[in-house]
């Protein structure tokens, strides 16, 4: 049975980079919280961030790279959303929520706002688009995760 620092520790791993809801959707399956519970929980978590990414990564970044320390980071940041931009520059909205919303290394609602920012996409659309690519691999990542996890209890 869980209890409330599994659900606690699940929405905080879904607020991190590069874990988000792909790795926090198969965290919560292991700690047996019950799949609609865990699907909200991490993309409330995994949404919660994308508003101040959309709106303030651009000024971070410009402070980053005055400090010598930061700078390095700043740079490969803006390398790694301007390589991952082609992808999404094709089809705008449409291409930005097929970013977010397929569930491979690299992708994610952190990178594709970090894109949608220095794209410069205006931030209701960029805002919906990432939503429903959340919204979609959530779906995803808990469809992969409970089936494997119930499938492993049928072994039992």
């Not at 991190?16 to 700690?31: F, S």
């Not at 990564?57 to 803006?78: F, S, T, Y």
């Not at 991952?84 to 909205?93: E, G, I, L, M, Q």
């Amino acid at each position: 049975m869980p209890g409330f620092l599994d659900y606690l520790t699940t929405f905080l791993w879904s607020m991190v980079p590069v874990v988000e809801l792909r790795g926090a959707i198969p965290w919560g399956a292991a700690h047996h919280l019950a799949w609609h519970t865990n699907y909200a929980l991490c993309v409330v978590g995994n949404l919660l961030p994308i508003p101040f990414i959309l709106l303030f990564i651009r000024a971070i970044l410009g402070w980053m790279k005055g400090v010598p320390k930061l700078a390095k980071i700043a740079l490969w940041l803006e390398a790694k959303a301007d390589k991952k931009s082609d992808r999404v520059n094709r089809f705008a909205a449409l291409g930005l929520f097929l970013f977010v919303a397929i569930p491979l290394p690299g992708t994610g609602a952190w990178t594709g706002a970090l894109v949608a920012a220095l794209m410069e996409m205006r931030l209701h659309r960029s805002l919906l688009s990432i939503l429903a690519g959340v919204l979609v691999a959530g779906l995803i990542m808990t469809g992969i995760s409970y089936g494997f996890i119930g499938f492993l209890d049928f072994l039992k």
